[in-house]
């Protein structure tokens, strides 16, 4: 199991997203916790992104909300770590 860490940005991304949603910040709250489990699961759809962000990663969490994250290696233990980076709809975060 992945350990997530969440960036500043990421943070403020996922508050304004969900301020007035609850639906929504439960759904993206499942999404990560099923990235922590299997980033590649199917239903996430994670796949490589190319040009400007070429060596991230996304997944899905809905039909207009994206994930952004890269996976590292934790430098204390060496274990891979999913680094979230931003989320938001579509055409915010591409």
Known sequence: MRQLVITARFRR????????????????????RQMQVDVF?????THKLGGALWGLWASSCGYDCRVI??????????????????????????
């Open 41 to 45: 699961a199917p239903a996430l759809g």
């Open 13 to 32: 991304a996922y508050r304004k997203l969900t301020k007035r949603n609850s639906v929504l910040q439960e759904h993206i709250d499942d999404v990560l």
């Open 69 to 94: 994250f890269s996976l590292e290696a934790d430098e204390e233990n060496g274990h891979e770590v999913i680094l979230l980076l931003d989320i938001g709809a579509h055409a915010e975060v591409y």
